[in-house]
């Protein structure tokens, strides 16, 4: 398996997410849950670009804890990126 050279800025890798009206609470918020969901793309996003994966059975990373801390709420009309490095 080849690994690209890291890229240069703080995230080795971005995506652009879409909200869903399933997405959000009645205040119009995307759902604290949902945030995970996005986490969740953006690390096969990282795994397949940077890693190199492309099977199942390539897939040998175990995600062992993840957190967040909310600066802002995201509504409906927003257009999210998520990065990671």
């Known amino acids: 398996m080849e690994r690209?050279?890291?890229?240069?800025?703080?995230?080795?890798?971005?995506?652009?997410?879409?909200?869903?009206?399933?997405?959000?609470?009645?205040?119009?918020?995307?759902?604290?849950?949902?945030?995970?969901?996005?986490?969740?793309?953006?690390?096969?996003e990282y795994i397949r670009q940077i890693l190199g994966m492309r099977t199942i059975g390539d897939y040998g990373v175990i995600l062992a804890q993840q957190g967040m801390s909310f600066r802002f709420p995201v509504e409906l009309a927003s257009k999210p990126r998520v990065g990671i490095r």
């Open 4 to 44: 690209k050279p890291a890229l240069t800025g703080p995230w080795a890798v971005e995506t652009d997410l879409q909200v869903h009206f399933r997405d959000t609470d009645a205040m119009g918020h995307v759902n604290n849950a949902v945030y995970h969901s996005w986490f969740e793309h953006a690390r096969i």
